[in-house]
């Protein structure tokens, strides 16, 4: 078996840029929808002064970020093929894939849930064991606590937070392959999706930061610099989701399309 050390972080960031012209002319219209609905929804649910209001864009952003996703990794997938494959006028469609991404993301969702549950009951139980809690009305107010005097046992709860957070990032990045495999294999895939990445999380980091980082940096930027300049804030808001919809959300899709074939290809020989 060749080693696991021949997936390329280059080769996949190279195909996500000679993605983007796929994914604009294949699932404009998906992006254009995610685009209206993130800048034009929370208005829209504030308008309404409803709780339901919220509620029902949250389910809309839900639906249209399966539908963009599935078309999206049609077309990263498949590229000509995309449409035998189900994709629809402008990448808007809903259909079995869209389902399993459904299913997959429920069920990693409740893994990730139970996980961060059984993380917190094993710390509030140590902390209260320690004594730490005692004169706080809540855990939470205990661990600001310990944090703000960061003394002697407290070093040993902050290194406990710091990580768990890191073991769930680990986590989260082993799932990274989890849509492309639903979409590629045209089956459910969930917690076996664990084993895509094994040997790969690093790599796999590593172009997510490569893709990720310059876009919080802008966010930063001119947050800082425009931000919170009156109406401004609204204008540089649309312009930085429109930035991330349509460019870097296609990138990350790309780099994890490609990166999924890399593996599955090394894998076959």
């Known amino acids: 078996m060749r080693d696991t050390s021949a997936f390329s972080v280059t080769k996949a960031l190279k195909a996500s840029t000679g993605f983007l012209p796929q994914a604009w002319a294949g699932v404009w219209l998906s992006l254009l929808v995610v685009l209206a609905l993130v800048i034009g929804g929370p208005m829209a649910a504030i308008a309404f002064k409803t709780p339901l209001a919220g509620l029902a864009l949250v389910l ?111 986590v989260g990045l082993k799932f990274a392959l989890l849509a492309a495999a639903n979409i590629a294999e045209r089956r459910l895939v969930t917690l076996n999706a664990l084993g895509l990445t094994s040997g790969h999380v690093g790599r796999i980091c590593l172009g997510l930061l490569v893709i990720l980082l310059p876009f919080v940096l802008i966010c930063d930027l001119v947050s800082q610099r425009l931000g919170h300049v009156g109406q401004t804030r609204l204008v540089v808001h649309a312009a930085l989701m429109g930035l991330y919809i349509f460019l870097f959300l296609p990138l990350t899709v790309g780099f994890l399309a490609d990166s999924y074939r890399q593996i599955v290809t090394i894998r076959s020989k």
């Open 60 to 170: 809309l952003l839900v639906i249209v970020k399966l539908v963009t996703h599935g078309g999206l990794y049609r077309v990263a997938l498949f590229g000509k093929s995309a449409r035998e494959e189900g994709l629809g006028f402008g990448g808007f469609q809903f259909g079995p894939p869209e389902w399993r991404l459904l299913a997959a993301s429920l069920v990693v969702t409740a893994f990730f849930a139970l996980m961060v549950a059984t993380l917190f009951i094993v710390f509030a139980i140590a902390l209260s064991f320690s004594g730490l809690t005692h004169g706080y009305d809540t855990t939470m107010q205990a661990v600001q606590a310990l944090i703000a005097r960061h003394d002697g046992i407290d070093y040993l709860f902050i290194a406990y937070i710091i990580g768990s957070f890191i073991f769930l990032v680990f």
